[in-house]
């Protein structure tokens, strides 16, 4: 015979949910949520082509869950990464469950990583996203923070942008807390406290060369 | 056994970007049905039992589920549908859906349009919107868009493979000039000029070791492609038809960075690889078409192909992937010229996504599209001249690539 079951009454919520204490706005001036509205048009002298305009603008919320304590980490100063307890493989960007199918998912365990990093590999961008214009030429580096599995993208400041060197040695820079957003851009790699960049070569001066009028046209934008 | 797939014909509207000649998406997708059926008279939409849809970015149309007014625009109501998305191989992946069903038994005639509207917003925020398919938690606010992307995997992979920028600005050159052979490419259409190696090596810099003239085009573009059983193919184009004798489809990550000491990969091909420089998932759904096809030595097998060049530094490291040539060689297989139109193995004779464009959900099938041109011999009712025709082929690859090389197709078709 069947052990009696107790039917509880019907939960409210099947956790509970977090209670947010600090909230934060830095949008940027300007930026409206208006939905979606038809703001214009246009036609063609011939009266045979129409174009429309279409505004769209939405606040997402990016709901971090078990990721959050990454973000929250940022604002703190701090790396945070995740571990396997089964394999021991570490990862910044984190993982929560463990990427080896021998470890069958396991859930990964939270840890702060040095803020010690290296160059694995580099690129000068000098075209970019609407947002990031007006911050070229920038150098972009994956780089391996501490002994984590992975590498992170993020940008290298603090260096002429021809003395980037694969395997050089950086630090973690945070921005001043009050500036911090709890997203990557919160930190940037500089060069390790007393590395020198080598000499020019011929690359060296390639990439100054195909640098020079991005300086130039960044000083041209409004 | 399962069921052969062919391919029995197809058409692009002409890529373009910008308020030029523009019919609408569901008006091009009708366009490319009918010049399907000038070429192939015995193809009726009735004959269609099933519409695979490839589109990338609904953020680009503004409108959800934009499948939906081109399949009715059609006069398909009753027919089933869906739509394919899977980043830059949309059109690879639809391709693959589309055999897959042909060769289950379940179909017969499947349908595939394939579209994208990037112009619909500016150059710099269409360059954000493909860089949400990065993990935008992670990368979307320190590299903003997918060359800068692209140019920190191929800085390295050039490096340590001795390949140089002249060699990758070679089929920068190749690519866009074969497009001006090709009425339908947006560099014909647009920029309309030869241009050199040194051009491409003084075009404005996108991301080092990536220049202007190195990436391809934000496009706007529609292309159709049926895809059928044999004995649909033998009864409606029984001349002009080709078979899909080898598929793969294979997948990495989302992030670069994370092919790092990657378990998956270390499980298949080893420790060190993929590294962040290789693409695996090339590699691998290339093996798999390679087997599935016979293919035992891709270079003398495989007399042509039309593959992804989202920049001319990934047709490079395509190379390498799909085998036609390893770290001792790869910089001297680009310099002997290989790949252009007098070379052993002819690449993007249709100007590729640098030529043609790259109107995201219609690529892979454009690919497709000139892969079939060129086995059925219609490419000179198709291209301005010969001179982008390849001499007598029997077997072509066609490659389809996502996200920083996050999924990858490959496929292998002959003239029957
Ligand atoms: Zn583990």
């Known amino acids: 015979m069947m052990a009696a079951v107790t039917i509880k009454k019907k939960k409210n919520k099947f956790s509970e949910a977090p209670v947010f204490t600090e909230k934060k706005d830095y949008r940027p001036e300007g930026v409206k949520e208006t939905g979606l509205a038809f703001v214009g048009h246009e036609i063609s002298e011939d009266r045979t082509t129409m174009n429309q305009f279409l505004h769209y603008d939405q606040l997402y919320t990016i709901r971090h869950g078990w990721n959050s304590k990454f973000f929250i980490g940022l604002l703190d100063g701090k790396i945070m990464g995740t571990r396997c307890p089964k394999c021991g493989d570490s990862w910044v960007p984190v993982r929560t469950h463990c990427w080896n199918l021998d470890c069958n998912l396991e859930k990964t365990e939270w840890v702060e990583m040095p803020l010690t990093a290296k160059v694995h590999t580099w690129t000068v961008a000098g075209w970019s996203g609407r947002s990031s214009l007006k911050r070229l030429p920038i150098i972009l580096v994956y780089a391996v923070v501490g002994n984590s599995k992975v590498a992170i993208a993020n940008e290298l400041h603090g260096l002429k942008p021809w003395d980037v060197e694969f395997g050089m040695p950086l630090k973690i820079v945070f921005k001043p807390k009050e500036q911090r957003i709890g997203a990557v851009t919160d930190f940037h790699f500089e060069p390790a406290d007393g590395w020198k960049p080598s000499p020019m070569n011929k690359e060296k001066e390639r990439i100054k060369k195909l640098v020079e009028p991005v300086y130039e046209w960044v000083k041209t934008l409004k | ?416």
């Open chain 2, 1 to 416: 056994m399962s069921r052969k797939v062919c391919i029995i014909g197809g058409a692009t509207t002409p890529f373009d970007y910008g308020p030029t000649g523009f019919e609408s998406i569901e008006g091009g997708a009708a366009e490319c049905v009918k010049e399907t059926q000038q070429d192939v008279p015995e193809f009726s939409l009735r004959d269609l039992d099933l519409m695979i849809y490839s589109h990338f970015s609904v953020h680009f149309g503004h409108q959800l589920a934009p499948e939906w007014i081109i399949h009715d625009h059609l006069g398909l109501v009753g027919l089933p549908h869906y739509r394919v998305e899977n980043g830059g191989n949309t059109g690879g992946s639809a391709l693959y859906a589309a055999a897959l069903a042909v060769m289950s038994g379940h179909h017969d005639v499947v349908g595939i349009v394939g579209w994208e509207t990037m112009d619909t917003v500016s150059q710099s925020q269409g360059s954000e919107f493909i860089a949400m398919a990065s993990d935008i938690r992670y990368e979307l606010m320190v590299g903003g868009i997918y060359p800068i992307y692209y140019a920190a995997m191929a800085n390295k992979w050039m490096k340590e493979n001795k390949v140089s920028e002249e060699d990758v600005a070679t089929i920068a050159a190749k690519n866009k000039n074969n497009a001006m052979d090709n009425p339908k490419a947006q560099w014909y259409r647009n920029d309309h000029k030869y241009i050199t190696v040194d051009d491409v090596m003084n075009s404005r810099l996108i991301s080092y070791p990536i220049k202007k003239y190195d990436r391809s085009l934000m496009s706007r573009g529609v292309a159709f492609l049926v895809v059928c059983s044999e004995k649909y193919a033998k009864k409606v184009n029984p001349n002009h038809y080709v078979t899909v004798d080898g598929m793969g489809l294979s997948s990495c990550t989302i992030r670069a960075g994370d092919r790092l000491n990657n378990p998956g990969w270390k499980e298949r091909y080893g420790p060190g690889y993929p590294e962040m420089t290789e693409f695996a998932a090339c590699r691998n759904s290339a093996e798999q078409a390679y087997k599935m096809a016979g293919i035992k030595d891709p270079v003398k097998d495989i007399d042509f192909g039309e593959i992804h060049d989202a920049f001319s530094t990934s047709e490079a490291q395509i190379y390498k992937a799909l085998g036609l040539a390893d770290q001792t060689n790869i910089a001297q297989f680009i310099r002997d010229e290989r790949t252009s139109m007098h070379g052993d193995i002819p690449m993007n004779p249709g100007g590729g996504l640098l030529g043609y464009g790259h109107p995201v959900g219609a690529t892979g099938l454009m690919s497709t599209i000139e892969c079939y041109y060129q086995l059925v011999g219609m490419i000179p009712q198709k291209h301005l001249s010969r001179k982008t025709e390849v001499p007598n082929p029997e077997c072509g690859i066609v490659n389809s690539h996502a996200g920083t090389g996050t999924s990858i197709s490959n496929f292998i078709l002959r003239r029957h």
